[in-house]
């Protein structure tokens, strides 16, 4: 695990921003999948000016999706400017809101599970990128803490999917939710996590020495075998 620290917000972001558009030259010829989070992270998508390679190979979705279509995370990421370059330069994606069995929060999760499972089985010797931001909270993608009810954490865990339709109640403002599984994000084989804000440096700081998932989700990260975290806030590791 890998931490640039930054002085300030944004010099974090542009370091951050060059770091996602390294990895996609690096592996420009093999086929990659990007899996994007929402949330803060969607900023590494504002830049369009350093990447001018080829993005054929490229497929592009969201690591978690709100069962809402006028805040949708992919409509956010669909109007960043990175987003658009990519498609423009050959690359293509998934819209959970695009297909049959859209209207149905289990349908979307469904969509997702078996379009990620089949892009890894056309693909075996492909790469994997995903980018995560970390709430407040500690909850990253679509999974939430919870230290009083397991057994609603256990949803995320208890399931062979790699990706299902959740509904998080009261821990976020947007409760319907079709995340990417802990099984989904051990897949992954390079991960950037983007925490920007000094409010951030408590929640961070619990991130790395954390041990347990429902305390903290987000540690599920550090299963990836190569992470960068990008960060302006002071950390003690």
């Known amino acids: 695990m890998n931490v640039f620290s930054a002085r300030t917000e944004?010099?974090?972001?542009a370091a951050a921003q060059v770091g996602l558009v390294h990895l996609l030259?690096?592996?420009?010829t093999q086929p990659t999948l990007l899996l994007v989070s929402g949330g803060s992270a969607l900023a590494?998508?504002?830049r369009s000016d350093l990447f001018s390679g080829d993005a054929s190979n490229v497929f592009i979705t969201v690591l978690d999706e709100r069962f809402d279509r006028q805040h949708s995370n992919f409509a956010a990421l669909s109007s960043r400017p990175l987003f658009k370059t990519l498609i423009d330069r050959g690359a293509s994606s998934g819209n959970p809101f695009t297909h049959k069995n859209c209207d149905t929060m289990d349908g979307v999760a469904e969509y997702m599970h078996t379009t990620i499972t089949d892009w890894y089985s056309r693909n075996p010797h492909g790469h994997s990128i995903a980018t995560f931001g970390i709430g407040h909270d500690g909850h990253m993608a679509g999974i939430f803490p919870d230290n009083e009810d397991r057994a609603w954490f256990r949803q995320y865990t208890e399931t062979d999917k790699l990706y299902i339709a959740i509904d998080v109640g009261h821990r976020n403002l947007h409760r319907y939710r079709i995340t990417a599984t802990p099984r989904c994000i051990q897949k992954v084989i390079d991960g950037i996590v983007f925490v920007t804000g000094k409010e951030k440096e408590?929640?961070?700081k619990q991130f790395i020495n954390e041990t347990i998932p429902n305390r903290i989700p987000a540690i599920y990260i550090k299963s990836i075998p190569r992470i960068c975290i990008y960060t302006d806030a002071a950390v003690v590791a």
């Not at 944004?10 to 972001?13: D, F, I, Q």
């Open 202 to 204: 408590p929640i961070l």
């Open 44 to 46: 590494l998508f504002d």
């Open 25 to 28: 030259n690096q592996y420009a």
């Open 10 to 13: 944004v010099e974090n972001l």
